[in-house]
């Protein structure tokens, strides 16, 4: 399928995995902020990739663009248990699989392609009938702006250790969370505010610079 006229989105197999893996790998090292990508083991990228949804930007046949949704259901169980925890049962989900490995080369950035690669994604899980979540470092505010401006919100705090602070960042299938008001906004780097905030039930809804916008669930919660 094509998008954009110049670029070509497509569905990526096993068989590109030598491709894949080479392409995150060198992007990643090209990254100021590493801690931005957590890079995956190559059983996890040759699990996704063999059992998940891989899709791939080419330029003229060169990848430019990766972007994976991972269909492992106990990890995806994982996942909703610790957005349950986060926010206190506030927002009650069973399973939301990863969409993960989103990188696009430096050398096309500010080209959309981190867009049009969520759009993909995301009407792939519509057709599987999935929930998402995005694990992205707190302070990635590209990636950010990237997954909240598609209608994901902030629903989850994982700290894997102080360098690795992570936002889960939640898309129901067919769903949208209905909110009451905007409550507060909370610079990314003030993790303890975050966490607090998700706790008493509150979501992220938006970025504005480097604060995140959170707004209180209405009683009906999802429309």
């Known amino acids: 399928?094509?998008?954009?006229?110049?670029?070509?989105?497509?569905?990526?197999?096993?068989?590109?995995?030598e491709e894949e893996h080479a392409f995150l790998t060198r992007c990643r090292k090209a990254l100021r902020r590493k801690t931005f990508f957590y890079p995956y083991t190559d059983e996890q990228l040759k699990a996704v990739m063999e059992g998940g949804e891989a899709f791939g930007v080419r330029d003229r046949g060169k990848l430019v663009g990766t972007f994976n949704i991972d269909l492992d259901e106990e990890y995806a169980k994982e996942l909703a248990a610790g957005i349950r925890k986060s926010t206190n049962g506030a927002v009650d989900v069973d399973a939301c699989y990863e969409a993960s490995g989103l990188m696009v080369d430096g050398a096309y950035r500010g080209k959309g392609l981190g867009k049009t690669l969520m759009k993909a994604v995301t009407e792939r899980a519509n057709e599987l009938k999935i929930d998402l979540c995005g694990v992205v470092h707190i302070e990635n505010l590209a990636s950010l702006n990237t997954f909240l401006g598609q209608n994901f919100v902030v629903a989850g705090l994982f700290e894997l250790n102080f360098r690795y602070i992570f936002l889960y960042l939640l898309k129901k299938f067919e769903k949208s969370f209905e909110f009451a008001q905007e409550c507060d906004r909370i610079n990314v780097r003030k993790s303890d505010a975050v966490k607090q905030a998700l706790a008493q039930g509150m979501l992220g809804t938006a970025l504005d610079g480097d604060e995140i916008v959170f707004s209180r669930l209405s009683r009906k919660g999802l429309k």
């Open 1 to 17: 399928m094509k998008e954009n006229v110049n670029f070509e989105v497509v569905k990526l197999t096993d068989g590109d995995y």
